[in-house]
């Protein structure tokens, strides 16, 4: 709690210039980390640190108006305020018990407590200073759980549905999402923490204090309703338009009646469902939001046709096995999530969903990822290709009709097909060279002995970034135009005989590149100066591999580097010692005895 605290503090500071003071702080925090015991006699320590650094940042700085700015807005006993008032609580407590009855306490504290104006203060201003765009979007993220992980693909698609992101100019609403999430994280209000081998964020995080602060400020707004067995969260306006259920042991269907219900998200996944679902169209018919994700859900009821206004439904983790023809009534459908369900078949009355933007409707067949097909799409009804706006459809079975159709949707920029033939090559090239906003692409072919035939992907795809190609593959294929901009390439069971390497070495771009049953060669080398800005490298299930060279400079900014199932490789890699970027390796070597 000191780290949030002298965090919250500086947050203000942060407001008018940036996150460098921020950086200077959390490296502060991370030397000056100390027990319990210790930690009441270092905050004296820490705020005068601290303090050297607000006032050596205000004496650097040329410009007196900055100077006059910084000062205004936050004095040094301001600081010391807002760290002593928030562990003026807690400097006494000792056990596990004492700790918990503070927490638990914690929200009414700050809602209530005069002492704590100054923490309040803080980030009223960072909320007060936001555009009302992004109030929502900071809102929205306090329905999570604490220390829920929010993945940045998933905060985009929700906010669409609500409505807070739409298209500018020439700019997609995801685009703009993504702006808006970029937005809350330079202005702390969200924490990152992971990034992909791009340096793009993939999953940010709300400080607990934050969000604690953010529910007194939603509770406050109307914004939204929490719902939780055993905490003063339980109690639900009756006039709550968006509503998320972290914990419930009772029939919740019996026990609210929301008619201006908008969003509802279930989290808990062991709720009991008896009139769970009906609920919905009978009460809540103006929902927009349904995400039911990992809810023991066998059946969809044929009312749900009867939700006019449902623009996002999820689906993804439960046991639905077939949807309800009445589907194809929601017209204002914009994400249909279906991924790991029991789906395999859709109903031809989805093709009638017209504003339909992203589509998950894949199943994992193989968890372990050994064999040669490792998922299954469905079976896509016939006139699939007529949803123009979809940009993800995750994935779907070839068919010779299909590949034939699919040139239709090109607004598709994530794109992942299964049980390709050879003889659908032709086609499938055709189709795919009309989608110039494709970034992601999957293709994996009918069998192990099926080759993908590329050539007709000429002129490459200008937007592609990650490919992933399983099935058989010519040697020269690796030489294609398409290959040229990657920024991942993922290649499996392509029996591939000549070291693959140096024509994946023109890939000046590559940050992930992984080999899976790719390659049926002794020698793996990777030659002085190539790959430049790989960080992600994985060989696994190379059966005939049994020596892996590094040469100088080569990966030289690797961070990862995974092996696996490689039975005839008995050393680690010649000269691994070079790879001085290295933060994890996962190598499994056979000893022959």
């Not at 604690?212 to 929490?226: Q, T």
């Not at 189709?431 to 099926?450: F, G, Q, T």
């Not at 024509?503 to 060669?521: D, E, F, I, K, M």
């Amino acid at each position: 709690m000191a780290e949030v605290a002298i965090l919250l503090a500086i947050q203000k500071l942060g407001l008018a210039l940036g996150t460098e003071l921020l950086n200077q702080a959390s490296s502060l925090i991370s030397q000056q980390r100390a027990s319990l015991a210790e930690l009441p006699g270092r905050m004296e320590s820490m705020c005068r640190e601290l303090h050297v650094i607000h006032d050596s940042y205000f004496t650097s700085r040329r410009d007196r108006r900055n100077r006059q700015k910084l000062t205004d807005c936050l004095t040094s006993e301001e600081l010391d305020l807002c760290i002593i008032t928030v562990w003026s609580p807690v400097l006494k407590r000792e056990s596990e018990t004492d700790w918990n009855l503070v927490y638990n306490q914690l929200n009414s504290e700050l809602a209530s407590h005069p002492s704590l104006d100054p923490v309040r203060n803080i980030l009223n201003l960072s909320f007060n200073c936001l555009p009302r765009h992004l109030k929502n979007c900071f809102l929205s993220c306090s329905m999570f759980p604490e220390d829920f992980l929010l993945k940045r693909k998933g905060l985009i698609r929700l906010w669409i549905a609500e409505g807070f992101a739409v298209e500018r100019g020439s700019s997609t609403a995801e685009e703009v999402a993504e702006g808006y999430l970029m937005e809350l994280i330079r202005r702390s209000m969200l924490q990152v923490e992971e990034k992909n081998h791009f340096g793009r964020v993939m999953y940010c995080r709300m400080h607990d204090l934050v969000r604690e602060l953010a529910v007194s400020l939603s509770e406050r707004e109307k914004f939204h309703s929490i719902y939780q067995d055993n905490r003063m969260e339980r109690m639900v306006d009756a006039n709550a338009r968006r509503l998320s259920v972290l914990k419930c042991s009772n029939d919740i269907g019996v026990n609210i009646d929301l008619p201006r219900l908008r969003t509802f998200v279930a989290f808990d996944t062991t709720m009991p469902l008896p009139s769970f679902l009906p609920m919905f169209p009978s009460k809540s018919r103006y929902i927009a939001i349904l995400e039911l994700q990992g809810l023991p859900i066998e059946k969809i009821p044929d009312a749900i046709g009867d939700l006019f206004n449902l623009r996002y439904l999820g689906l993804r983790d439960t046991e639905v096995k077939l949807l309800p023809k009445s589907i194809g009534k929601l017209s204002n459908l914009l994400i249909l999530d279906l991924y790991q369900s029991a789906i395999q078949k859709l109903p031809r009355e989805i093709t009638n969903l017209k504003k339909l933007r992203h589509m998950f409707v894949e199943r994992v067949t193989d968890p372990n990822g050994k064999a040669f097909r490792l998922c299954s799409g469905v079976r896509a009804p016939k006139g699939l290709w007529n949803l123009k706006e979809l940009q993800t459809l995750q994935a779907v079975e070839a068919s010779s009709e299909l590949v034939g159709r699919l040139e239709n949707l090109t607004n598709l920029r994530s794109f992942r097909i299964w049980n390709v033939k050879e003889t659908y090559s032709k086609q499938l090239c055709a189709s795919l060279s009309r989608m110039r906003s494709l970034s992601y692409l999957s293709i994996n072919a009918s069998d192990e002995n099926a080759f993908l035939n590329l050539e007709g992907l000429n002129p490459p795809l200008p937007n592609l970034k990650k490919l992933t190609l399983t099935g058989r593959l010519a040697a020269e294929t690796l030489t294609f135009p398409l290959f040229r901009d990657l920024r991942e390439l993922r290649l499996a069971w392509c029996q591939l005989t000549a070291d693959p390497l140096q024509s994946l070495a023109q890939l000046s771009n590559l940050t992930c590149l992984s080999l899976r049953r790719a390659y049926n060669g002794e020698q793996l080398c990777f030659c002085d100066q190539w790959f430049p800005n790989l960080k992600r490298l994985d060989l696994d299930d190379l059966p005939q591999l049994k020596q892996v060279k590094i040469e100088g400079t080569a990966m030289s900014k690797l961070e990862t580097l995974y092996m696996e199932d490689l039975k005839n490789l008995t050393e680690v890699p010649e000269r691994i010692e070079s790879l001085t970027s290295l933060r994890t390796l996962f190598c499994m070597i056979w000893i022959v005895s």
